[in-house]
């Protein structure tokens, strides 16, 4: 039984999953990301509105540019909710991981 070019078969045909799942690590790692800006994005709009600010500019400022076309921002009362898609190469994938953080502000008197 000649063996030559099993490894380089195998390795080949491997491959395939090899690629899928970095693909997947990489966009939970965009999810995650995505998750750490929305905090701070809630978070500076939910002081803006503390100080008498706009706080739907304060959460969209302290986003990088890729989140312009991403990024929703919702104030009711004293809360301030942004919902963001992560980077992703498939639009489908980036709504189903969007993510959602929310920060609450004591309005002024």
Avoid: C, K, N
């Avoid at 063996?3 to 939970?28: D, F, I, K, M, Y």
């Avoid at 990301?33 to 304060?58: F, N, R, V």
């Avoid at 540019?65 to 929703?72: I, L, Q, R, T």
């Avoid at 980077?87 to 189903?96: F, G, H, N, T």
């Amino acid at each position: 039984m000649d063996e030559r070019g099993q490894s380089t078969v195998e390795l080949v045909a491997a491959l395939p999953v090899l690629l899928l799942s970095a693909l997947v690590a990489l966009q939970l790692l965009a999810a995650g990301y995505a998750l750490t800006l929305a905090d701070g994005a809630a978070e500076a709009g939910a002081l803006a509105l503390a100080s008498g600010g706009s706080a739907a500019e304060a959460a969209r400022g302290a986003l990088p540019g890729w989140a312009e076309d991403d990024v929703s921002v919702a104030v009711e009362g004293g809360e301030v909710t942004v919902r963001l898609r992560p980077p992703s190469p498939l639009r489908s994938v980036a709504e189903r991981l969007q993510v959602s953080s929310s920060a609450a502000a004591r309005l002024p008197r």
